[in-house]
């Protein structure tokens, strides 16, 4: 089955992907669980996300079109990026998902994907 | 006819936690398998009256029950991948030619998926009630005190998460199974307990859940023998039951532990087994039979006493 990993971080993990001290540690994890990820084969595909603050919210109502800077929803962790991967069952994504660098700091959510 | 009908209830009853853990396992889809063993029930009592019961009215009632996964399936009424409907058109196959081959017990699994962390914990238990004891609904919700509707509703969203995350059917690994372990016996003794707090002339069906569960107590000791937690669990439960008839006097009330008559004591309950070592619910059992030690040497020592009760 295929599966989303959706990854939420908090605004002290998206200030860690510049912040100077920390960008090494933080880009290293994420790179070392995507290798993981391609090595053991389950890797279908992923984007990182830039911050939620240079999000652009969109609604179409009665034929206008709303525009609002900022995400979705205001929340202390915003999406940060998503991986794809294709494994057995849930149990396997769980596992994939709580080795994400964001499971310890903030949060991962596991999505099955829809079959098309 | 009422033989017939006999024959499809004693083998409901027997295999049904069997038969739908070994369909759903294989669908991945506990409501279908569900339906599609409520369907062969049906056929059974529609077509045995007619032919007589086969000798094996588990295998019977497989084959029924998997032709109607299969069909389900293909008509697309099923999200089932093509992938399991190959497996179950395949293993029909397999089953109706060896006729007497007894088919794998996979209830341990199917409990395991119904304590799914990924499960809405308050789901736990009636999902387990229902899927492997076959329980409607309606009984469920009235043990629960809950709205039939509301609870029907409940399994039937939980159901849809299992076949639609896809939580696979399997017994956890060495270094998840305490854990996993120890839901399944908080379903149980949730189960346990919802029969527990009645009062004489209560309803009768909340009463019933409390043998359900320690029905589903030797289910998971049977399974798991070599598991302290759960021997300890079903040890708890029986110990409590043994004690049932003496909690009320005549005229309804509470008798606490210590004023309780032992003669109205269920003895074989009460006769433990001894642990390797101090698990969790056998620790809650532990005080019963002790204080049934004490009483049984009190009542040697006077057993004039006890003829005439108390």
Redesign the interface.
Known sequence: ?I?TILIYETQDEFGARTDAKRKDAYWGAYHAYTVALREAGVMVGGHGLQPAAVATTVRQRDGKRQVQDGPYAEAKEQLGGYYVIDV???????EWAARCPAASTGAVEVR?NL?M | MSEARRAAELAARASYGRLVAYLAARARDVAAAEDALGDALAAALETWPRVGVPDNPDAWLLVAARRRLVDRARHGSVEASAAATLRLAAETAEVTASRESIFPDERLELLFVCVHPAIDEAARTPLMLQAVLGLDAARIASAFLVAPAAMSQRLVRVKAKIRDAGIGFEIPGPEALPERLHAVLEAIYAAYGTGWEDVAGADPRRRGLAEEAIWLGRLVVALLPDEPEAGGLLALMLCCEARRSARRDASGAYVPLSGQDVARWSRPMTSARAWPRPPRWPRRAAPVPASTRSTRCRRTRWPRTSPTGR
């Open positions: 089955m599966y057995p069952d849930l149990d396997k994504a769980l099955p079959s």
